[in-house]
């Protein structure tokens, strides 16, 4: 069964950091693009990072130099590393393959970011 499965989600005050994982199973990512989506409350979904299977990364301007994308093909997982956080950065974080033309999402994580 395809599955993936986030987590790391949680209440943070502004200034703090989340470790998001996204553990995949049911096939094996590592020749497959990653990403890290968000949706906010009332607000469209926006894509906030990638990696490549080779490796490369690219962020959002919103959180280029405080989001950090990365990947353990060993453990079928990517990572999402946030910090600095923001009260914008508040939002439902999914996780998304796509392999060979399949796309596969997660249900997602919360994060919410709050003083």
């Known amino acids: 069964q395809v599955q993936l499965v986030e987590s790391g989600g949680g209440l943070v005050q502004p200034g703090g950091s989340l470790r998001l994982s996204c553990a995949a199973s049911?096939?094996?990512?590592?020749?497959?693009?990653g990403y890290w989506y968000r949706q906010a409350h009332g607000k469209p979904r926006e894509r906030v990072a990638l990696i490549t299977s080779g490796g490369t990364t690219n962020s959002a301007g919103a959180v280029k130099g405080r989001f950090t994308i990365s990947r353990d093909n060993a453990k079928n997982t990517v990572y999402l590393q946030m910090d600095s956080l923001k009260f914008d950065d508040t939002a439902v974080y999914h996780c998304n393959v796509v392999l060979t033309g399949n796309a596969y999402w997660g249900k997602g994580t919360l994060v919410n970011v709050s003083s």
């Open positions: 049911g096939f094996t990512f590592s020749s497959g693009y």
